[in-house]
């Protein structure tokens, strides 16, 4: 059977690059049996077509199976999740996007060798260093904090640089084992050990860390609802995701086991116990340690892959044109900065926040929401006046259907002129789920790749999936369950405009959709900082301030200054967030009493005795209790959090369950601080 497709001019899944990898055949396969077909009676006029693509797709790639989809009165109901949810939306987006204008986004891929690659890859872990031959402290930090598997992935990209420029014979450079400290050729790394680790801080001698018992507030707790007869796993935080790995597990075992199902129960309920240090979100450090995790990220995401056996492919993309002003089709950087004129300190965009805010007041309970399209004219028209009115806060919201908004919210992250989660690493998500077996393993490399992610993207990414769980969890009433969203959000996320897209790129729609359900299912876990990579951020920092002594010591300048003013020393710079008090406050304090500093409390300082009970929620309560009378309203309305300033971090806010004295250990030179926590 041969069937003629027309062009569908308008979309490509950016996840399939020219030099990607050949597909494995058996997987959408499995996934397209696995999952009955149904409609419900108000289906889009596209359907046909939709069944069509569906069909040749499955009967080209078996051609002794049955058709893939069948239909069934029992099955023709709104909630029901098949392929064909998939190619509706993408053909809804086809026919959206024609009517749009003419000065969409394209993106343009510039090819590259292997060692152009390889050397961008060590700009954006931060070894730049070893590219210029520069001997900067920041890298010098970074490759000290290392650990075995790291090392090895950082040896390896640099060894294929190296390799290129002397077969280009363009200048040379530095031996490999100058940078690591070896005299062979066969390098044994100075690396971190990897004994685990507190979760905010160094491990301490003959200190194990110390897991709390199962309560409600004791672990995060990410899967299925109650009742659930699914398998409870734990996920450790205190070893490097690539030093755990230590069996490879065999390719050919997995391509032919490999199935989707789209029950929920199909999906392991993981938790994580929060260790005596507690659990760090993204949004509770610095944005210089943020900078710091995305680099260590990185290198740990390319060694994790290594030790799997998987190569990380990454696109390389140049924008061609975008634009600078409005709302749709306008870079995340480029409207936030815009919008922090308006509101400071915003972190989503104002758009997709009140299209957010819309839906969530409203839109919940609406059946089909998400699924079934608003009206073309309709949403062409809110695009123009959102265009033309939203700064001039002139548009009228009550005008707004459900499934308007819904249309509008998508177009929004579809629009964007780099897909919400980077055009680069879009390989690596399709590669996590193509080549990565385990579940487990695949949310390992996907909570990597989320901390990959720039500020802007992961913020807006964060407010996105959060909404789209409240869809979900309403799906009593809009018939919406986790398949379901995840069918429609997917094209959504994983398309741009420009080429036809090939069968071997639509092939890409199961293993997208389980992208989003994964992303959806997991996302508590995804926005928590692995604690093994703060610890490196540690080490980093403390290097850092080392590095920083010994130069010191050696500057005949600084010695001179130094013997004219014995009697009077400069105190370091204080680091962003501390607090200057006088100096009857800053006395010299005994081991394991903590003095904290509340600027915005009628008493602004305590000296606590620490004990090994003592938790940062204690301290809180303590200065909320004596100073409950003299707070101001506006005081009382913020949530107040106890934060760790200096010493071996930047800024960290604490969890409220954090046992103090281990981080006072971990990190006896900082400032500690309560302030409201960054929203």
Not at 85 to 111: H, M, N, Q, R, Y
Not at 355 to 370: P, R, S
Not at 413 to 441: G, Q
Request: proline share 6%.
């Amino acid at each position: 059977m041969t069937m003629e497709m027309k062009d569908s001019g308008s979309v490509v899944l950016t996840a399939y690059h020219p030099h990607s990898p050949a597909r494995i055949p058996g997987m959408e396969q499995s996934f397209v049996q696995d999952i009955p077909s149904s409609r419900s009676p108000g289906s889009r006029k596209s359907l046909p077509r939709c069944r069509r693509i569906n069909r040749m797709l499955s009967n080209e790639s078996m051609p002794t199976s049955p058709p893939a989809f069948t239909r069934s009165n029992s099955q023709a109901s709104v909630d029901s999740t098949s392929m064909e949810d998939f190619w509706c939306e993408v053909e809804s987006i086809k026919e959206s996007s024609e009517d749009g204008p003419e000065e969409a986004t394209l993106l343009e891929f510039k090819p590259a060798d292997e060692g152009e690659l390889e050397a961008e890859w060590l700009q954006d872990v931060g070894l730049s260093t070893l590219i210029s031959g520069a001997e900067e402290e920041d890298g010098q930090a970074l490759l000290s904090t290392l650990t075995r598997t790291q090392a090895a992935a950082v040896q390896k990209r640099y060894n294929t640089y190296t390799q290129t420029l002397r077969k280009k014979n363009k200048h040379t450079v530095r031996d490999v084992r100058d940078i690591f400290g070896t005299s062979d050729s066969s390098p044994t790394f100075e690396t971190v050990p990897v004994s685990p680790v507190p979760s905010n801080g160094i491990q301490l001698p003959g200190q194990k860390p110390v897991w709390k018992s199962v309560s409600s507030n004791s672990c995060l707790d990410c899967g299925l609802d109650k009742g659930s007869s699914s398998i409870t796993e734990e996920l450790s935080y205190e070893v490097s995701f690539s030093e755990s790995i230590t069996v490879l597990p065999k390719t050919r075992e997995w391509t032919k086991s490999q199935r989707f199902k789209k029950e929920d129960s199909a999906l392991p309920k993981f938790i994580v116990r929060k260790s005596r240090f507690g659990l760090t979100e993204v949004g509770d450090l610095s944005p210089e340690d943020m900078k710091k995790i995305r680099y260590l990220s990185l290198i740990e995401l390319t060694a994790f892959y290594d030790a799997l056996g998987v190569e990380l492919k990454r696109n390389r993309a140049e924008r061609v044109r975008r634009r600078e002003n409005g709302l749709f089709g306008v870079p995340l950087t480029v409207l936030l900065e815009n919008d922090q004129k308006k509101v400071p300190g915003i972190k989503v965009p104002l758009i997709s926040k009140k299209l957010l805010l819309k839906l969530e007041e409203t839109g919940l309970e609406t059946e089909g929401i998400l699924r079934v399209p608003g009206s073309a004219s309709r949403v062409k028209n809110l695009h123009q006046e959102l265009e033309a009115k939203f700064y001039e806060d002139t548009f009228d919201w009550n005008q707004v259907r459900n499934n308007d908004a819904a249309g509008l919210l998508k177009m929004f992250i579809r629009e964007l002129p780099s897909p919400l989660f980077t055009v680069e690493y879009l390989p690596a998500f399709i590669t996590l789920v193509e080549k990565i077996p385990k579940i487990k393993l695949q949310l390992q490399a996907l909570h990597l790749l989320i901390m990959l992610l720039p500020e802007a993207n992961r913020d807006t990414a964060k407010a996105f999936l959060q909404f789209l769980k409240k869809v979900v969890a309403n799906e009593g009433k809009n018939k919406m369950n986790l398949w379901n969203v995840s069918m429609i959000v997917a094209p959504n996320l994983f398309i741009y405009k420009g080429k036809r897209a090939n069968q071997q790129e639509m092939q890409a729609a199961a293993t997208t959709a389980h992208i989003v359900r994964l992303l959806i299912r997991y996302q508590d876990i995804l926005w928590t900082v692995p604690s093994f990579l703060i610890s490196q951020v540690r080490k980093m920092n403390e290097a850092a301030i080392n590095n920083s002594k010994r130069q010191l010591m050696f500057d005949k300048g600084v010695r001179k200054l130094l013997r004219r003013k014995t009697m009077e020393r400069e105190r370091p710079e204080r680091p962003e967030g501390a607090v200057t008090f006088p100096p009857y406050l800053q006395s010299d304090i005994p081991e394991g009493v903590i003095r904290v500093y509340a600027p915005l409390h009628s008493k602004v300082s305590m000296a606590i005795q620490l004990n090994s009970q003592t938790k940062a929620k204690d301290i809180l309560a303590r200065f909320h209790c004596e100073n409950s009378r003299g707070l101001s309203q506006n005081v009382r309305s913020q949530i107040q959090s106890l934060h760790e300033v200096g010493g071996n971090i930047g800024q960290h806010c604490l969890d409220p369950d954090a046992y103090m004295l281990d981080v006072y250990r971990a990190n006896p030179q900082a400032e500690w601080v309560i302030k409201p926590k960054a929203s």
